[in-house]
């Protein structure tokens, strides 16, 4: 196995997220665009990508596994339950807002059925398994666990908080849907003030998973 000395491992962290955000970009943006890319449909890909952004920050940062295992060790009981507890407020939130959007904006309604069409023609079986073993945990530990850490490390937490955030909110402009733009814009300030206030990718990745199971299959809105 390779070695590292400490400052190669310092400077690969450094740029990790230098690194992979435009990965993210490139990879994301044309996911929302195009749904998908021959037989794999978007939540193959979507698998996929985080799958392989998680697999590059574990590789490039060396603090990234030692962290998660932490995380996992400390309070997991407490961890769960929170995030149990602000899944059920998120979604709480898109419900009222799901009521005023449609009130509101002429355009709502068709918007946020557009997103359900990102369902396509995948069973509920699978999307179901892969929101909860993959998608919901993978986002959270990259886009928060990961990038919005780094970012923090390098910038400070605001800093770090609101840059992660905006890339966060910027690969979804690919599928130029004001509602889904929007819907990220208040789950990626949600989940990445979740972060900054406690620091855990497990608290988060418990109410991503949760809410993403409840908004796409158990109480959708459409």
Known sequence: MAQYSP???EVMSNLAPICLAPVA????VPLFIFHGIGPLDFWWLMGGI????????VMLDRSFP??????????PGRKILLGAVSAVALYALFFVGNAASRSLFPFAALGISSVYEFKGGASTLRIGLLLTLVIGPGEELFW?????RRFSARFGPGRGFAAATALYIAVHLGSANPMLILAAAVCGVFWGFLYLRTGSALLCAVSHTLWDLAVFLFFPFS
């Open 66 to 75: 030692p962290l998660l295992r932490a995380d996992l060790q400390s309070g």
């Open 25 to 28: 970009v490139l990879l994301f």
């Open 50 to 57: 985080l799958v392989l952004l998680v697999g590059m920050g």
């Open 144 to 148: 928060r666990g990961f990038l919005q």
């Open 7 to 9: 400052l190669k491992i």
